[in-house]
């Protein structure tokens, strides 16, 4: 089992829709949770961040976190051809030998379209 | 403010070759790490320094790889030999605690390594 599972995609958004993004990992000690986006080719772009149960949300972006189901979300609303990118999802445990590591899924492409 | 940096962008080496590949991380960030992504895969920790000092540097594949940061500043990983293995795509970070959220990590724009 990975540490940190993502749907691969590619997911088809029609341009103005909301994109629902899913991640779930296995680590228990997990505290601190984050999304990145990438652009083909382009570095990891830290778009959310999240460390209590519930929702979180930033401009177009609601980040959802439930611990006891192991479950992150992320939520694009009015979803534009620039959100096409991938979607990272990292974790990061906290603990006094593993405070800096994140664990990151493999992504979900996401395709915004016209 | 700059981002991380990394040098550089794309290398081309022949296996049993060495490459040095360099990070700066934002200025005044003391924590720095180091990723990789190999093709099909997730990005893989690789490790953690805090100012000049490893703080964990258990996703380092084996004794290959040797990664310093003298005087804490910017950083240097080097792979001797390489091997085909070993290409892929590698990333630097860099964090702050006390700037912002104490975890968020930022990164570079890699540098991808070809071993022919």
């Known amino acids: 089992q990975k540490e940190v599972e993502q749907n691969s995609g590619p997911l088809s958004v029609p341009e103005g829709a909301i994109a629902s993004l899913n991640c779930t990992y296995s680590d228990r000690g997990s505290q601190s949770f984050f999304w990145y986006r990438q652009y083909s080719g382009k570095s990891p772009e830290l778009i959310m961040s999240?460390?209590?149960?519930g929702d979180k949300e930033d401009g177009r972006f609601t980040a959802q976190l439930n611990k006891a189901s192991q479950y992150v979300s992320l939520l694009i609303r009015d979803s534009q051809p620039s959100d096409s990118a991938t979607y990272l999802c990292?974790?990061?445990?906290?603990?006094?030998?593993?405070?800096?590591?994140?664990?990151f899924g493999a992504g979900t492409q996401v395709v915004v379209t016209p | 403010e700059a981002g991380v940096t990394q040098f550089p962008s794309h290398s081309v080496i022949e296996k049993g070759q060495t490459v040095t590949l360099r990070c700066d991380p934002i200025?005044?960030?003391?924590?720095l790490y180091w990723y990789r992504r190999v093709m099909g895969k997730e990005i893989k920790f690789l490790l953690h320094f805090v100012k000049e000092s490893k703080q964990d540097e258990s996703g380092m594949p084996n004794n290959r790889f040797l990664a310093e940061r003298t005087g804490g500043t910017y950083s240097t990983l080097k792979v001797q030999p390489a091997e085909l293995e070993d290409s892929g795509v590698y990333f630097c970070?860099?964090?702050?605690?006390?700037?912002?959220?104490?975890?968020?990590?930022?990164f570079g724009p890699g540098t991808r390594l070809t071993v022919t």
């Open positions: 990292a974790v990061n445990r906290v603990g006094p030998d593993s405070w800096g590591k994140l664990q």
């Open positions: 970070a860099s964090s702050q605690p006390g700037t912002g959220e104490p975890y968020e990590q930022y």
């Open positions: 999240i460390y209590s149960n």
């Open positions: 200025s005044g960030h003391d924590n």
